[in-house]
């Protein structure tokens, strides 16, 4: 195998119908799903939310390998913030536990329980939704189902088709360094300085690209053609309906149980 050849990327579930879908429409589920979510903090509209997707996921054929493997962020975040919430969250009722600033009450747990779950709620589909997106497909949709200006969306996409490089460039700064016997000692100075050098790069880089880009018109103020037209159908309105029903019974049984906390109170 060459260098310039990559290793074969892990499989991922098919998930026939997600894949289906325009990827703006996957963005706008997320957002329809994800907005209601957020004007409550109780632990009710979490919690229907998270087991309605977690049964969608298991229905769609996402093992729980995968979901390990592609939301682990998401599953590490959750408790983190829960913990902040215990311990610096508005105390009410009874005071079991206090330090200083830190205070544990019933009112703290139950804020910790709902933000943790609510963070697995949010995040979990919003991750699994963008499992295989690309990049330029979701350009396309934004510019020509979205009506995003074009100039805006082709430069979010040339940034976007230059992150991976920044991997490679650490990974040949690192070995350089270390071929000139540099790459051993003092590590906080030598990511420090590292860091630095890439900044370095992608600005010449980006300065670079943003004036081969505009020598080739993507900066003109006509209307532009694409190669691959973008468009919606029956499944990109399911999925948009199946992401406002999960909102709106999540909301709806926490009104019903009485857990409806909005956030401005």
Not at 111 to 131: C, H, K, Q, T
Not at 221 to 239: F, Q
Request: hydrophobic share 55%.
């Amino acid at each position: 195998m060459s260098a310039l050849e990559e290793a074969p990327a892990r499989p991922v579930p098919r998930l026939r119908f997600i894949d289906r879908t325009n990827p703006a429409t996957r963005l706008a589920a997320a957002m329809v799903l994800t907005t209601p979510l957020l004007v409550t903090v109780d632990w009710v509209s979490a919690a229907i939310a998270l087991l309605i997707e977690i049964v969608l996921f298991a229905a769609a054929g996402v093992t729980p390998a995968v979901l390990l493997r592609r939301t682990w962020p998401i599953l590490l975040a959750a408790p983190v913030a829960g913990v902040s919430m215990l311990l610096y969250g508005r105390p009410t009722g009874t005071v079991y536990w206090e330090f200083w600033l830190a205070r544990i009450s019933d009112g703290s747990i139950e804020l910790a329980i709902a933000v943790s779950v609510r963070v697995l709620a949010i995040g979990l589909p919003a991750a699994l939704l963008f499992l295989r997106v690309d990049p330029t497909d979701l350009a396309d949709g934004l510019a020509q189902v979205w009506r995003l200006p074009a100039r805006f969306v082709l430069g979010a996409l040339a940034a976007t088709r230059l992150v991976g490089l920044f991997i490679d460039d650490w990974r040949a700064m690192a070995l350089s360094r270390r071929a000139r016997g540099i790459g051993d000692h003092g590590a906080v100075r030598r990511a420090a300085t590292m860091a630095f050098a890439l900044l370095v790069l992608a600005i010449r880089r980006g300065s670079k690209l943003a004036t081969a880009m505009e020598a080739r018109g993507f900066g003109a103020d006509r209307p532009r053609t694409w190669a691959r037209p973008s468009r919606v159908g029956a499944r990109d309105v399911l999925l948009v309906g199946i992401a406002a029903t999960i909102a709106a019974t999540a909301i709806a049984g926490s009104i019903w149980a009485g857990a409806f906390h909005p956030v401005w109170t």
